[in-house]
């Protein structure tokens, strides 16, 4: 019965896993202020716990515990804490004796309650990247898990999915106080790996080709002892090729995009080696890289398909037979980078790819698409128009377009540089000509560079009838994205999401939605007004079109290269000069239009 659960009368603290956790780390003589840093994090008013409140708290926890300990625990440990007690004035504890205490003193800890705050249970630094996110409360986070799946985690900064495992396994064991429960779909598996019921064993010899996830090595094919392996202890636990693969790619898993792109070229180049070359990954050389550039060139037939889903028994490596000397050109580079990296943290002990070149490329003039750039007098008769839609009581959405337009075609934004443009990085200057203001808009584009554009007149004044809209006043205004939603959508996600009447700025399909919404409407009201070429054009107009359109502009209008290089963001002048190929362009539709003329007799 001693140590059977039993109800206790006394009135006591309600302690936590954290408390717990942090009494363990006393005992051990850890420092209060490290203690109070790892497990306690701000009251319900907001305010820091002090490493001295902290000190005293812990010792009036000991106490109660040692108390609870002496009421229910075995006759043994009693007589060893009344020992303790008795010596040094009160009970002094050890690692050991303090888990004996614990055991005996279960019924101190509180059970948690779906309206306890993620802080109570959690460690400061876990509770507060949650509570970022929006999650205060237990049953929030359950909620938030159920919402997004698996993948929850992603969306809650710097929350990996080993500590997302052990929030949701502690949801799960919580489930009956919480009485909310984790959905069974919130699986948290490595996703670099499959169930193992779903794995593809390739062994030499073996021709079989599985995404990476779904890949299992033979032991002749794993890279366990690989003769290119680093002598030395590495800095990564990796057994063999696919922990180092997952250890290099699990390194982008905050960059979705970077992920995705370095997924392909790893897993293309893991599976011709295995299947091909029948060697491990950390054993081929550079004569094996040399080859590999030569296949990329034209991938074999059964490394090309058509694409189909990953856990799909038809899924390619290459969903075509014919790349580009881009994308073999990125597709060196990004192996040379991978295997730098594991030669960096010891796991390789040469890079290979250092010896091959880069494929050569043929620059061509066209790259950019720069056709695509609407002609001038196409996009003076859209503005006008989109002017007379926005002079409308109901033309709030018409608002918003052209402040869109405007920004990619004035300013030569990119799409995702439109949508985190905000008011905060804008202000006018006296860098005009004298006659006329000219704003500046500081923005982080591609490659994570900082650039600052021009922001015409125009723009300003669709800027200030936008944020009217919003009821906002763009002028007096500090901070804000410079495009918002309007209309808040009718689901309960969509109620929640715009409770507070915060301004959320679209996302970039938003942008998408919103131009191909435009054009219709331009081709379908400015039909008697557009030639069959023109409608062709706005039809397969997309939000990169205004970005080209303001390039291509500028060049014919003889603005410095050198300048709309700086606007625009492009690394290379070379690109930027691409534009000039507008006037080209122009050149032989004109040219076009002469030899379709009717040639009149000879005299």
């Known amino acids: 019965m001693a140590n059977k659960p039993q109800t206790v009368t006394k009135s006591r603290a309600a302690y936590t896993r954290n408390h717990f956790a942090a009494l363990r780390a006393f005992v051990q003589r850890i420092p209060a202020s490290t203690i109070t840093r790892l497990y306690f994090s701000e009251d319900e008013d907001g305010n820091d716990a002090t490493p001295a409140w902290v000190e005293a708290f812990l010792r009036r926890m000991q106490a109660e515990l040692v108390e609870l300990a002496l009421e ?37 800890v509180a059970k948690p309650e779906p309206t306890q705050g993620v802080g109570m249970w959690f460690r400061p630094l876990v509770a507060r990247r949650l509570k970022d996110a929006g999650v205060q409360t237990l049953a929030e986070l359950v909620d938030f898990c159920n919402r997004r799946g698996g993948s929850w985690w992603r969306a809650v900064p710097r929350i990996g999915p080993g500590r997302a495992q052990h929030i949701v396994s502690w949801l799960r064991h919580h489930e009956r106080d919480l009485g909310a429960y984790v959905a069974s779909d919130v699986i948290l598996d490595d996703p670099f790996r499959a169930p193992e019921a779903d794995l593809v064993t390739i062994d030499t010899g073996s021709h079989i080709l599985a995404p990476l996830e779904r890949l299992d090595l033979a032991n002749e094919l794993a890279g366990t002892n690989g003769v290119n392996r680093h002598s030395s202890f590495s800095y990564i636990r990796a057994r063999h090729d696919l922990d180092a693969v997952r250890a290099y790619l699990h390194h982008y898993r905050d960059q979705p995009k970077t992920l995705r792109a370095y997924t392909k070229e790893i897993e293309r180049f893991l599976l011709w080696s295995v299947t091909v070359r029948s060697k491990p990954l950390s054993s081929l050389l550079a004569d094996d890289c040399e080859a590999y550039k ?310």
């Open 72 to 108: 229910h625990g075995s006759s043994v440990l009693a007589d060893h804490l009344k020992s303790s007690a008795k010596a040094h004035g009160s009970a002094r504890l050890t690692a050991v004796t303090l888990k004996m205490v614990e055991q005996a003193a279960l019924l101190a």
């Open 294 to 603: 030569d296949f990329l060139r034209a991938p074999s037939p059964d490394f090309v398909g058509p694409r189909a889903s990953r856990v799909s028994g038809r899924w390619r490596p290459f969903a075509t037979a014919e790349l580009s000397s881009e994308s073999q050109r990125y597709a060196v580079r990004a192996l040379r980078a991978a295997f730098a990296w594991l030669v960096n943290v010891r796991y390789l002990a040469g890079n290979p790819w250092s010896a091959v070149s880069d494929p050569l490329i043929v620059e061509r003039e066209d790259l950019l698409r720069v056709d695509r750039a609407l002609p001038p007098s196409l996009w003076q008769r859209i503005r006008a128009y989109i002017d007379t839609q926005c002079d409308r009581d109901d033309g709030a959405y018409w608002r918003s377009v052209r402040v869109a337009l405007l920004l990619s075609g004035d300013s030569g934004l990119r799409r995702e540089e439109l949508v985190n443009a905000r008011r905060e990085a804008m202000s006018p200057t006296n860098y005009g000509d004298g006659q006329e203001t000219v704003w500046q808009l500081s923005i982080v584009g591609k490659r994570n560079k900082q650039r600052t554009v021009p922001v015409s007149p125009a723009t300003i004044a669709a800027l200030t009838a936008h944020w009217r809209d919003r009821g906002l006043e763009f002028d007096t205004a500090k901070e804000g994205p410079l495009l918002s939603t309007l209309f808040v959508p009718r689901t309960a996600h969509g109620q929640k999401k715009y409770a507070d009447g915060t301004a959320l700025a679209y996302h970039v399909d938003g942008i998408n939605k919103m131009i191909a919404w435009a054009m219709k409407r331009l081709i379908a009201e400015m039909s008697t007004e557009l030639s069959v070429d023109e409608i062709k054009l706005l039809a397969g107009t997309s939000p990169h079109a205004f970005r080209h359109t303001f390039g291509t502009h500028a060049a014919a209008e003889d603005v410095p290269l050198d300048v709309v290089q700086r606007i625009l963001g492009h690394a290379s002048l070379q690109t930027t000069s691409v534009y000039v190929q507008a006037e080209k362009l122009r050149m032989l539709r004109e040219a076009a239009t002469f030899y379709r003329r009717p040639k009149s007799e000879p005299a």
